[in-house]
T-cell receptor
Framework: GAVVSQHPSWVICKSGTSVKIECRSL??????MFWYRQFPKKSLMLMAT?????????EQGVEKDKFLINHASLTLSTLTVTSAHPEDSSFYIC????????????FGPGTRLLVL | TQLLEQSPQFLSIQEGENLTVYCNSS?????LQWYRQEPGEGPVLLVT?????EVKKLKRLTFQFGDARKDSSLHITAAQPGDTGLYLC??????????FGTGTQLKVEL
């Protein structure tokens, strides 16, 4: 089956620092990846759509300068949380859309971010 | 804005009971997916339904897509503790984006 990995699985950082999260599709190519944020016991909230070779598309209310997205290859997208603050603490999940199956997304295991 | 409301929000049942989770929207979706998520992990795809009225079975789980492709249901027969988790429906719309439902937290006790 399709596998998506995320690294790191959890990270603790100081307020004001930047944190990079990687999302990789391990056994398929993904021209499109998605980044979600999830609060405890809540559903997933789409932050942005990451497109290989072009700029990411951000959802309304998501600051593009705060959450930098780079999709440099067909198997890797990165999310950088810049100048992190405690309110950025959350569970970040990526998904990758298999180019062969347009409507199916495969999710990574998530990254738990705690900003002190 | 497309919204997907799930009901119930929380469900705690005993092993062996049956249950149904509903996913409703006023919007039409080209397809709808169901996921189960366990704490600290990403959602795992259970099924994708595409055709209005479609019914899919996955062991003790039965999924149905509404005729108008606006709603869906998940029925679990003889629930087991291993079924415990957060169940999420998600509708596929424009731009290949998924709109996630509000979620149903299921707990199955011995």
């Amino acid at each position: 089956g399709a596998v998506v990995s995320q690294h790191p699985s959890w990270v603790i950082c100081k307020s004001g620092t930047s944190v990079k999260i990687e999302c990789r599709s391990l056994d398929f190519q993904a021209t499109t990846m998605f980044w979600y944020r999830q609060f405890p016991k809540k559903s997933l909230m789409l932050m942005a759509t990451s497109n290989e070779g072009s700029k990411a598309t951000y959802e309304q209310g998501v600051e593009k300068d705060k959450f930098l997205i780079n999709h440099a290859s067909l198997t890797l997208s990165t999310l950088t949380v810049t100048s992190a603050h405690p309110e950025d603490s959350s569970f970040y999940i990526c998904s990758a859309r298999d180019t062969r199956w347009v409507e199916t997304q495969y999710f990574g295991p998530g990254t738990r971010l705690l900003v002190l | 804005t497309q919204l997907l409301e799930q009901s119930p929000q929380f469900l705690s049942i005993q092993e062996g009971e049956n249950l149904t989770v509903y996913c409703n929207s006023s919007s039409v979706f080209s397809s709808l997916q169901w996921y189960r998520q366990e704490p600290g992990e990403g959602p795992v795809l259970l099924v994708t339904v595409v055709t209005g009225g479609e019914v899919k079975k996955l062991k003790r789980l039965t999924f149905q897509f509404g005729d108008a492709r606006k709603d869906s249901s998940l029925h679990i027969t003889a629930a087991q503790p291993g079924d415990t988790g957060l169940y999420l429906c998600a509708g596929a719309g424009g731009g290949n984006k998924l709109t996630f439902g509000t979620g149903t937290q299921l707990k199955v006790e011995l």
